[in-house]
């Protein structure tokens, strides 16, 4: 070209496709599913573009994928018209890796090849999964809207360079070629292609076509739709199978595996949408991220709008992947007006009580389903008292704790567990906070309830405090911390005594050493009291009622505070 350069890749998307190449062979077809993603998402931006720029369109309105292969060349290609790419728009893209995501990616590979493809959908990595089956592989595309001579031509043998040409391009969108690896022939047959995108590609709501087989092979002056290409959530329940379900979710999730369960719902009445939401099996490698990849796709009346993870579920309910799609919504909707929208906020709740919906009755129908979840996602549930006040009951009925109940530090107990074993008379919901589980279990704190048979929850989680912070009753029975104040358990448990006279009487043999312990450790400690809590410990740091924990003044110290 007249115009070419050679350019290195940064060293890490050397590394990402040496990884990718080795451990990812498994699992080689995905390649397809990731470019015919990526056209579909093309396309999808095209769409929303030309709401507001309706030269876009450029008189071609019918969107589709077309995938393509020569058996004499050797090639496979996958070709669109959505959006395209400027030369700047392929350089930032697929040039270099400035995105934060690929170091995290090679940092994540387990070896496990099934999972680590997973991983690629969800860390932006998509398109190098083309170099496991092709040792060059070349993009042409145009930007809608521009000039055909702003085409642009890119291509690479994936070793640590590329090469990039202007090019004069009449179409609009993007083809990628590729020249495939000796013995991937198999990827040269009709019948094998269109497997795969029926296996991958099924529910994408956009035409993927190929050439029409005709008696001397593949027609190419006709094409035929391969999959489909109907919007999943907009075809009624009864008429959708458990696996095109399934099938979509690894579409817009990037997950390998199935989903825990899913949420199909159309709403209708003052407002109109439909909620197509999942639970994943497993957490997202970036739950804790607060730059989050993924969440919820927004469509309004089945145009692609935006991915979000702020607007339409609670911080709390990030996990959840799928698509909402309204029709009352206008399709120049942006984030600022989702923001404040009376729309958006009746949706919002709207998918939250579907979600606590269905999370408690997979809790009381499907427990080990409710064990994985909690396993996966109990910690991110826990914010949700503190953020979600109206459903602060609702959510407190799905917290599962580790208690003195139980052995371990698994989180099985619930409130309403808690609650049917109390002791006649006790008044309160005890618990303990502490770094770690093991801390908690061994706290001195808590020899007198188990004296006393009385049960106590284990919290150690780091999220615990701000959990506790907020969740001060449940059934109006009151959160009680074991390690403040005075806590009364006369009357409780089988043995009768009076504590009130044997404190008194416990005081009274305290007196002289007492006074010379609190002297000891003057001004730091408020006073040395004799305590019925202890059964074994000779002595035990109490806080006071009012104060910080001992635990929450950990972290603040740790924090800087
Ligand atoms: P992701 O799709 O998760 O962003 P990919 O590695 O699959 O990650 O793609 C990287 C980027 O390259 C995309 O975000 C997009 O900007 C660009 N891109 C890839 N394929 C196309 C295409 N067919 N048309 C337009 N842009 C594309
Ligand atoms: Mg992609």
């Given at each position: 070209g007249e115009h070419q350069e050679t350019h290195s890749f940064q060293a890490e998307v050397s590394q990402l496709l040496h990884l990718m190449i080795h451990s990812l062979y498994s699992s080689k077809e995905i390649f397809l599913r990731e470019l015919i993603s990526n056209g579909a998402d093309a396309a999808d931006k095209l769409r929303f573009e030309a709401i507001s720029d309706e030269a876009l369109w450029e008189g071609d309105e019918e969107l589709c994928v077309e995938v393509d292969y020569d058996p004499e060349a050797r090639t496979v290609s996958v070709a669109d018209n959505g959006i395209g790419m400027s030369r700047d728009d392929v350089v930032e893209n697929i040039?270099?890796?400035?995105?934060?995501g690929t170091r995290a990616f090679v940092d994540q590979l387990t070896g496990d090849q099934a999972r680590d493809a997973e991983l690629i959908g969800q860390f932006g990595v998509g398109f190098y999964s083309a170099f496991i089956v092709a040792d060059r592989v070349t993009v042409e595309s145009r930007r809608a809207g521009m000039g055909a001579e702003h085409g642009v031509r890119w291509e690479s043998d994936g070793e640590g360079e590329y090469t990039l040409d202007n090019i004069t391009r009449l179409e609009r969108g993007t083809r990628i070629t590729l020249h495939l690896r000796e013995g991937e022939d198999e990827f040269l047959e009709d019948m094998r292609l269109r497997h795969i995108i029926r296996t991958?590609?099924?529910?994408?709501?956009?035409p993927i076509r190929m050439p029409k087989q005709g008696e001397e092979g593949p027609d190419r002056n006709e094409w035929e739709t391969v999959n489909q290409a109907s919007a999943l959530w907009t075809r009624p329940r009864n008429e959708i199978g458990e696996e095109e379900y399934k099938g979509f979710y690894k579409h817009v999730a990037h997950d390998f595996e199935d989903p825990l369960t899913w949420i199909h719902a159309r709403v209708e009445g003052k407002l109109e949408y439909t909620l197509l939401l999942y639970l994943p099996q497993r957490a997202p490698f970036d739950l804790w991220d607060r730059e989050q990849r993924h969440g919820l796709k927004l469509y309004v009346r089945r145009v692609f709008i935006l991915e979000d993870s702020?607007?339409?579920?609670?911080h709390y309910l990030r996990f959840v992947r799928g698509v909402v799609d309204s029709a009352?919504?206008?399709?120049?909707?942006s984030r600022e007006i989702l923001q404040s929208s009376k729309v958006t906020e009746s949706i919002r709740a709207g998918a939250v009580k579907r979600v606590l919906d269905r999370l408690e009755s997979m809790a009381k129908d499907e427990p080990e389903n409710y064990a994985t979840f909690w396993s996966q996602f109990g910690p991110v549930m826990k914010e949700g008292p503190g953020e979600d006040t109206a459903n602060k009951e609702r959510l407190a009925g799905l917290m599962r704790f580790a208690s003195t109940h139980g052995e371990g530090a698994e989180q099985t107990v619930s409130l309403e567990d808690y609650i049917q074993r109390m002791p006649e008379g006790q008044q309160s919901i005890y618990y303990i906070t502490a770094e770690s589980h093991a801390a908690a279990a061994a706290s001195p704190h808590l020899e007198v309830f188990r004296k006393k048979g009385v049960e106590v929850l284990l919290l150690s989680d780091r999220v615990d405090e701000w959990l506790m912070a907020h969740l001060t009753e449940y059934k109006e029975i009151p959160f009680v911390s074991v390690a403040k104040g005075d806590i009364d358990l006369s009357g409780l448990g089988d043995d009768d005594t009076d504590e009130a006279q044997e404190k008194e009487e416990a005081q009274q043999r305290l007196g002289e050493v007492g006074e010379r312990v609190e002297k000891v450790l003057e001004g730091q400690v408020k006073g040395v009291r004799a305590s019925h809590r202890l059964t074994t410990s000779p002595a035990c740091l109490v806080a006071d009622e009012n104060a910080l924990s001992a635990n929450l003044e950990r972290m603040l110290k740790a924090a800087g505070q």
């Open positions: 040039g270099t890796i400035a995105r934060s991958w590609s099924d529910h994408i709501g956009l702020e607007q339409l579920l609670p009352d919504l206008p399709l120049n909707v």
